[in-house]
């Protein structure tokens, strides 16, 4: 599966973005997605995570609240809605999924993930 991310850009505190993540080639019947980012110096981690059968998002304590993860299966997307912005939002964030046979919680661990995109950079300032 190929992922290709799109949205990322520059924004002042209080902003809104909208991530994209278009998916193609093969196709899974169940799979895992999840939202990434990684900042400077810093370890990749989770902003959200979600099965396509759309159970369980589960979000990180520092976005929830403000970020919504979505999908458009028809279209083979994944959208990241960020509102009220902060200056620690600023990262390459990145798509990942992973075909699975379960529905239910999915890992939220990077390492886990197999297919990736090549990221979109955020910045809040």
């Known amino acids: 599966v190929q992922l290709v991310e799109s949205g990322g850009g520059l924004v002042q505190p209080g902003g809104s973005l909208r991530l994209s993540c278009g998916a193609s080639g093969a196709r899974y019947s169940n799979s895992c997605m999840s939202w990434f980012r990684q900042a400077p110096g810093k370890e990749r981690e989770t902003v959200a995570t979600?099965?396509?059968?759309?159970?369980?998002?589960l979000y990180a304590d520092s976005v929830k609240g403000r970020f919504t993860f979505s999908q458009d299966n028809a279209k083979r997307m994944l959208y990241l809605q960020m509102n009220s912005l902060k200056p620690e939002d600023t990262a390459m964030y990145y798509c990942?999924?992973?075909?699975?046979?379960?529905?239910?919680?999915?890992?939220?661990?990077?390492?886990?993930?197999?297919?990736w995109g090549q990221g979109t950079q955020v910045t809040v300032s």
């Open positions: 979600m099965h396509s059968g759309g159970t369980s998002t």
């Open positions: 990942a999924l992973r075909g699975v046979t379960w529905v239910g919680l999915c890992p939220h661990n990077p390492a886990w993930y197999t297919d």
